[in-house]
C-alpha cells in the first residue's frame, strides 16, 4: 500500500520561474491538504481539495499561488513567479474522508529552494 | 481551534518511558486530540488520537485527563527513532469544512540519549 507519493522530493527555481509540486494521495482517499513548513517554523495550512473541488482555501496567499485536484491525476500546487520567500517544504496529507476524528496522511514533502 | 501548550524540549533515556504533556484548557466538548510526529526531513506522522477514554495503539498510548483540559502522550520504551518533533493539536467542530486543517503549533522537540 502506497502512502502519500509527492515530486518533485528536491525543486530549485530561479525569481520569476514556475514552480509546480505534485501529490498522489493514497489509493482511495478523495481528500488531499497542502501545508507550507518555512525555515525553521511550524507546519502551515494552506488549501484543502477534494476531486474537481477547492474546498478551503483560507491559508493560500492571495496572488501567485493555485492549487488543483483534478478527476484523473495527482493534486497540484502551482507558484508563479516565484520569490525568494516561496523557499519552504510543501507537504501533502490525504485522507479516504473528512472528519475531525479522521487521520490525515502524510507524504515526506517537496523542498522548494529559490536562487 | 482551542490552543495548546506543549514544553519547548524533552529529553528521554533510550529504553524508558516517556511521557509528553499537553495542555488544552479550553478544549470544548466535541475536540478530539490528536497527535503528530516530524521526524528530521520527513513529513509528519500521525501517532493518535482521542475524545475522552485513554487510547492504546501499536505506536503509543493517550492518556487524557478526566476534565480534558491535559493529555499525555506515552511512549512505552523509547528508541532512538522516536526522536522527533512531537504536536498536539485539537480538532473540533466549527463548521462543515473550516476545521478540516490541522493547526500545528511548535510541538516538543523529543531527544532520544543512548
Known amino acids: 500500500n502506497a502512502g502519500v507519493m509527492q515530486n518533485p522530493r528536491h525543486l530549485v527555481r530561479r525569481r520569476g520561474q514556475e514552480a509546480r509540486l505534485r501529490c498522489s494521495p493514497m489509493?482511495?482517499?478523495?481528500?488531499v491538504y497542502w501545508y507550507r513548513q518555512l525555515p525553521e517554523e511550524g507546519l502551515k495550512f494552506m488549501v484543502y481539495?477534494?476531486?474537481?473541488?477547492?474546498?478551503?482555501e483560507s491559508g493560500m496567499p492571495k496572488e501567485r499561488f493555485s492549487a488543483e485536484f483534478p478527476k484523473e491525476g495527482p493534486s497540484i500546487l502551482r507558484i508563479q513567479q516565484v520569490v525568494r520567500g516561496d523557499s519552504a517544504a510543501y507537504f501533502c496529507?490525504?485522507?479516504?474522508?473528512?472528519?475531525?476524528?479522521?487521520?490525515?496522511?502524510f507524504g515526506d514533502g517537496t523542498r522548494l529552494s529559490i536562487l | 481551534d482551542a490552543k495548546t501548550t506543549q514544553p519547548n524540549s524533552m529529553e528521554s533515556n533510550e529504553e524508558e518511558p516517556v511521557h509528553l504533556p499537553c495542555n488544552h484548557s479550553t478544549i470544548s466538548g466535541t475536540d478530539y486530540i490528536h497527535w503528530y510526529r516530524q521526524l528530521p526531513s520527513q513529513g509528519p506522522e500521525y501517532v493518535i488520537h482521542g475524545l475522552t477514554s485513554n487510547v492504546n495503539n501499536r505506536m503509543a498510548s493517550l492518556a487524557i485527563a478526566e476534565d480534558r483540559k491535559s493529555s499525555t502522550l506515552i511512549l512505552h520504551r523509547a528508541t532512538l527513532r522516536d526522536a522527533a518533533v512531537y504536536y498536539c493539536i485539537l480538532r473540533g467542530e466549527i463548521s462543515n469544512f473550516g476545521n478540516e486543517k490541522l493547526t500545528f503549533g511548535t510541538g516538543t522537540r523529543l531527544t532520544i540519549i543512548p
Open positions: 489509493k482511495g482517499h478523495s481528500h
Open positions: 481539495l477534494q476531486k474537481e473541488n477547492i474546498i478551503d
Open positions: 496529507a490525504s485522507s479516504p474522508v473528512k472528519g475531525t476524528n479522521q487521520p490525515q496522511h
